[in-house]
């Protein structure tokens, strides 16, 4: 090799290393800030050794917490998809599974329901079992479990190979990390001694947890030991007739002898209680909240399962709700997530229930968030009262409606009675109260329409009580056709009163100037545009003026176009020889959008 | 050789404002509070800044294992800028957004 491709060749090298060592120091960085969850593959084995700790595990509150940061570091590091905890007994004789586990989809239930405890006199069927038989890294494939409910479990999972990595603490295993992945292949030398350099650097901080939650425990015992002694001593006395000692002041906070009262008093609430770790993990869930959500118990389905699992909804019952909206997962983010209606239907309420969630960060003493919790309430009852209330208040203000509606009406006819008395004594507004008349009874038809059973204006029903009543007002004769998919359209209601009067004022017209020959009136769709025709013949030789605009229009006219929305509606006129034709077309914008009522309107 | 690199940032920063499609792959595991947050962030820095001309792929290394080595990642989460090159790894949460924007030059250092 010549001396410049040596140099080529240790320029490469220069700069992979750099580019290595520049993306250690970020990974570094990272972990100071507490940003990193896990480390994945190595950058030698310095990074390993240095910053293990930094993740989190020897600053975790419990033992379960420590040994889930070391699975996760673990299953994360090595590729492995699922990994549960078992913790040695104190004489070694015997492993029970731990509630640590991390990783795994919803199936991975099914391995935490079986057996809980391995003997070291069966050790020989089991890998956990043996790793603490011989303090070595055990490898397994699903096949060669016993068989037996945990191979029967493993098998439904659909995993294939497995490891055990004992833990060892001065010589003596203390736990066994046993850990599976679906691919069924031997991991290599690498991986193993990778995991093993990790369970090696982490086991005695995990270990230290396990004992200072031991002297905990320890310290908790004697303290209620010294209480119940102490009440003892205060009857003994009180018994031999001496004055009771003072009792201690008492401790009003939650302490350690509350903590088997937490369960019952949780399930006597009447909502349902949530909890999840700083993991996401669901620690705690009432019975009433295990009873709304369906028969799932909720802590055995990982929380990014629960939208589709337990089928939850936005309020609308039609979104499906997302893993981020969730009130519990909001919380875990540090938001506080006040009163929000869910909608949750499954298999157990295929009916479904409304649900109103609320949820809050919990915090440690020190402010560090520690997890979650969410309250849940089952509101169907209350929500199918309310609509019921709020159907019964519609109904009586549509009932109300319809009387205000009637006696607007009954005024009219009142107003036109009265108009017409003082007409018999004041000759003179006779003609005045001729034109008024019918607009004032166009007027109340609309009121009395109003007053019917749906509170609506139909196309129908008013051409065709605006047309009788000029009939019946004046002696004129007339024919009405309305086509059949346009008698029931509903008017919007500001132009329900216009319509009315611009009708009647086209129906006089057309009985002024027609011949006495009925006056047509009819009503077609033209595209998606309604039109009105209302037309009249004259008589032979009378001469038609032209009204489109040629300057001739009568005051009547004048009203027509005035009253007829500009930009919603036109009005045009024809004639053709001796009939005259008036046009009004109405832009779909005129009608409201509800449905024609059942039977359609007459 | 520094030129050439600045002319490559530079490049970087023209695409951001000229409509080249950035692809971002963000490597997760599982869904921890960490993972969930660098999301969220992902999601709100690229709304803010690369609006329509981004692609962002999520990576759970909990289902994909294998994908960790195969794409040289150390820790998660780890956010990847494979376009517009030359690629670029940012670790972390990605809740410091200044850092991220500097990390993926859409923001002048």
Redesign the interface.
Request: proline share 0%; hydrophobic share 35%.
């Given at each position: 090799m010549d001396t410049d491709t040596k140099l080529t060749d240790l320029s490469r090298e220069n700069r992979r290393l750099a580019i290595e060592l520049a993306?250690?120091r970020?990974?570094l960085?990272?972990?100071r800030?507490g940003?990193?969850?896990?480390?994945?593959?190595s950058?030698g084995d310095a990074?390993y050794g240095i910053q293990l700790a930094a993740l989190g595990i020897d600053k975790a509150e419990t033992y379960v917490d420590s040994l889930v940061l070391l699975l996760?570091q673990i299953?994360?590091a090595?590729?492995?998809?699922y990994g549960e905890a078992w913790a040695a007994s104190s004489d070694r004789q015997s492993l029970h599974r731990t509630s640590a586990w991390?990783?795994g989809d919803s199936d991975a239930i099914r391995l935490r329901e079986c057996i809980v405890r391995v003997l070291l006199e069966d050790a020989d069927g089991s890998v956990p079992g043996k790793a603490l038989k011989t303090g070595k890294t055990q490898v397994a494939l699903a096949e060669d479990l016993s068989a037996g409910e945990r191979k029967a479990a493993v098998t439904q999972c659909g995993f294939q190979t497995s490891v055990a990595f004992p833990v060892v603490v001065a010589g003596q295993v203390t736990a066994v990390l046993w850990l599976w992945?679906k691919e069924r292949e031997a991991p290599d030398h690498s991986t193993l001694a990778q995991g093993e350099s990790i369970v090696a650097g982490c086991g005695a901080m995990v270990q230290r947890k396990r004992e200072e939650e031991i002297l905990r425990f320890t310290v908790g015992e004697l303290e209620t030991a010294v209480r119940e002694r102490a009440r003892e001593v205060a009857r003994l006395t009180r018994e031999k007739g001496q004055p009771a000692p003072a009792p201690p002041p008492r401790d009003v906070s939650f302490d350690a002898s509350h903590v088997p009262l937490l369960r019952p008093m949780l399930d006597c609430m009447s909502e349902g209680v949530v909890v999840a770790d700083?993991?996401?993990r669901v620690v705690q869930c009432n019975r009433p909240a295990q009873e709304i959500l369906g028969d799932d118990p909720p802590g055995s389905i990982?929380?990014?399962l629960w939208p589709d699992v337990y089928g939850m909804y936005h309020a609308d019952r039609v979104t499906r709700l997302d893993?981020?909206d969730m009130p519990l997962?909001k919380a875990?983010?540090g938001l506080t997530v006040d009163r929000t209606e869910i909608f949750v239907r499954n298999g157990a309420c295929p009916e479904g229930r409304t649900l109103e969630m609320a949820a809050r960060p919990i915090a440690d003493e020190r402010g560090a968030q520690r997890g979650a919790v969410a309250v849940l309430e089952d509101v169907t009852q209350r929500r199918s009262m309310d609509d019921g209330r709020l159907q019964q208040a519609l109904a009586q203000r549509d009932t109300l409606l319809r009387e205000v509606h009637h006696r607007i009406k009954n005024n009219l006819a009142a107003v036109i009675e009265l108009l017409l008395r003082h007409t018999r004594d004041e000759p003179k507004f006779q003609k005045i109260v001729e034109q008024v008349e019918p607009q004032l009874r166009a007027i109340a038809i609309v009121h009395g329409l109003k007053a019917g059973t749906d509170n609506a204006v139909r196309l129908g029903p008013l051409v065709k009580a605006v047309t009788d009543n000029i009939a019946r007002l004046h002696g004129a004769k007339a024919e009405v056709t309305i086509a059949d998919t346009l008698r029931g359209l509903r008017l919007l209601e500001e132009e329900s009163v216009p319509l009315a009067l611009v009708l009647n004022e086209l129906l006089v017209n057309a009985r002024k100037h027609g011949d006495g020959a009925p006056v047509e009136v009819r009503a077609a769709p033209d595209g998606e545009t309604v039109v009105i025709t209302v037309a009249n013949s004259v008589a032979n030789g009378s001469r038609v003026p032209d009204l489109n605009g040629g300057g001739a229009e009568g005051q009547g006219i004048s009203l027509v176009r005035s009253l007829l929305p500009h930009d919603r509606a036109s009005l045009e006129f024809e004639n053709a020889g001796d009939r005259v034709s008036a046009i009004v077309r109405l832009a779909p914008e005129v009608f409201g959008d509800d449905p024609a009522p059942p039977g359609g309107a007459a | 050789m520094a030129a050439p690199r600045q002319k490559k940032e530079a490049g970087a920063r023209r695409g951001a404002s000229t409509g080249t499609t950035w692809k971002l792959r963000l490597y997760v595991a599982g869904q921890t509070p960490r993972s969930v947050a660098a999301i969220a962030n992902l999601e709100m820095i690229c709304q803010q800044h690369l609006e329509g001309r981004h692609e962002v792929e999520v990576v759970d290394l909990l289902k994909n294992p294998k994908l960790a080595r195969d794409h040289q990642i150390l820790a998660v989460p780890t956010l990847v800028r494979q376009l517009p090159e030359p690629a670029r790894k940012i670790i972390g949460d990605l809740s410091n957004v200044e850092r991220v924007l500097v990390g993926l030059e859409l923001h002048p250092a």
């Open positions: 993306e250690t970020d990974v960085r990272a972990i800030r940003e990193v969850d896990a480390l994945v593959s950058g990074l996760r299953c994360v090595g590729g492995w998809q991390y990783g992945k700083h993991y996401g990982s929380l990014n893993y981020e997962v875990l983010r | -």
